[in-house]
């Protein structure tokens, strides 16, 4: 019996305001987890690598993958579209490394209609919930600086996406960041215990 | 919605020498889980209580609480009967209060064939394995007062019950004691996030 095992696909829902990014964030840089590298349509900024910050894609190439069905999901934000590689997550799961996947419910939906066994296999879904939507609007509004109209459009789309926790396995009910992120790593740390992901060797 | 949630019964098996009673003991401390009390045929010994430290049971009550099928499991122990109630269980968990059961693979098999419903839906179960042979025999002989023979016995036992492990949903390499607390908590915070926990109130 080996110890070797299989990757999980940690995804992470939750409105703008639950801290899920900051969740996802500070996972990767412990080491934990790693983002997949995704493809973009959008302009390579300065600095930016093709193949290490995004895969560059023109229009046409993005939808030529699109149709292929390459993508586990994909969304337009701002009017450039972003996808997520099946084939590149696959390839961090078969090493035995976990990826974490931040991404909204409209997303997480796609993911979970994905066909790759894989990738259903490795799947452990988590909603993080604000606590109330009264501590919510001050962290929405907590920048300062913003338009009325801007947090409360925020508020809005944020107060809609809370509906959905119920499409989800686990659910963290958002506190402070240190609660969070303990109950957060617990479900990866939980998740490898599983000998269902065990790979006999 | 409620924050109210169902109990987890968090049943542990492995062998003698991987530190699982220690485990349990350490989160029944902590007051993350409590042990159910149980029932045995055994003498009370100087200031036990009944109800308190066991349900004392006379042979015959004993036997009529198996036939009834009161029992999630139960077993004898050199001589006398010891049982764990469904209902002490059940109470426990229809409070939301987590119960931990420290108990072998014969056990855990009844456990599993048991007919209530919220127990069902309650279990979670994993295994705690020592990392290797040699380390289980340092473990066993470690106490250095036992003859050779004795040793041998529980080595042996304890190999035999090492073959049980793929009957759990989850396996935790004894490495260790922290190492293995923090595996073993985190499966109870992590399946406290279960939305299929959660009582809609």
Redesign the interface.
Known sequence: MS?KRSGILLLVSGPSGSGKSTLCRRLTEEGEAVYSTSCTTRQPREGEQDGVDYFFQTRESFKKLVEEDKFIEYAEVHGNNYGTLISEVVEHLEKGTDVVLDIDVQGASLVRECQSEIIQQALVD??VMPPSEEELYKRLSGRGTDAQEIIDLRMKNSVEEMQY??K??????SGTHEEDY??F???L???R????R?IQA
Do not use: D, G, R
């Open positions: 110890h988590v909603f926790w119920n989800y396995t686990s659910l963290i009910y303990a109950k790593k617990s479900l740390i939980a998740e215990l599983k000998v269902s065990l």
